[in-house]
């Protein structure tokens, strides 16, 4: 917190403008006033009061000067500076608030930088160190070197990295044909995996998502067994929204994790034992999404993420 600053003013609406203009200068903690019953009651004996803003017509000028006369009169708010900010624009009310050491008086309806730099010159905040990073161009790179750097990174640091591949698997030919349905149901599928691995992962993870409808997770300093239960989390969550359009998960996807460097040195070799681990369900052999060469349907599918990231 910046201090704190005191607010006096029956209008609602003028308050809320005053403390849009606060908001835009420090985090301060405001106390609104808007009654001089209210004022009455307050103890000025607040922890860092840095400035009382107040109308003088409050809602009279005669009252808004007794509270003037009261804050003045006050040992801990006698040196707190004020700004008056008013609709009484006669030269006896601007000469008699200085008799009170107003330190501003500021017309209604009034410019807001001219109250801004008002506050500003009275409540000065000890400015923080900001390095402007505007001028720095965005850091990017493909997906080769992301992996890369992160297979060298856990491989200095002696760490696991994980992967998970989601397939989104290609819907089996029949004598009877692909129905609307089980089309419709692909598109929904692929939409529900992407959104339930999104919501399981760590800030640290990155998800990205072929053109051929799989799913990579990359799982940096993640062993066998925490690439296993982000695998499952994610595996159940997909079955509860299949349940709501009466699909069968085995049918669409099937998720798989490797692990660097127990699986795999490289991702080529990952992704290799990851769409082994595919083949080797039964269920695959009703469908016809991935070739009997695992490795060349792998390249494939790494060549597609090249220009991503």
Known sequence: MDGTIVVLDYSSYERQKIKHVLEKIGTFDVIEVFSSTQFKLLNLNLENLRLIVMDLAFPSEQEGFEILKSIRGNEYAANVPVIVVTRSDQLEYKTAALQ?????????????KRLESSIRSFVRLKDSFHY?????????????????????????????????????????????GITQTEINNKEKIYSIAAQTARSSLRVTDTIVMSRSRDIIIVLPCTGESGAKLVCEK????????????????????????????????????????????????????????????????????????????
């Open 132 to 176: 402007d990073t505007g001028d720095i161009g965005n850091i990017s790179m493909t997906f080769d070197e992301y992996i890369i750097r992160e297979i060298k990174y856990s491989r200095r640091m002696q760490s696991p990295l994980s992967f998970i591949l989601i397939t989104t698997l290609k819907l089996r030919e029949d004598k009877d």
């Open 234 to 309: 994610i595996k159940a969550g997909i079955f509860q929204e299949l349940i709501k359009i009466n699909a069968d998960l085995n049918d669409y996807i099937y998720p798989v994790h490797v692990t660097f460097p127990k699986e795999g040195e490289d991702f080529q070799k990952l992704m290799e034992n990851a769409f082994k681990k595919v083949s080797d369900k039964e269920m695959l052999e009703k469908i016809i999404s991935i070739t009997p060469n695992t490795r060349k349907y792998s390249t494939n599918s790494y060549n597609q993420f090249r220009k991503w990231l």
């Open 100 to 112: 009170y050491a107003v330190n501003d008086y500021i017309i209604k309806p009034f410019q807001v």
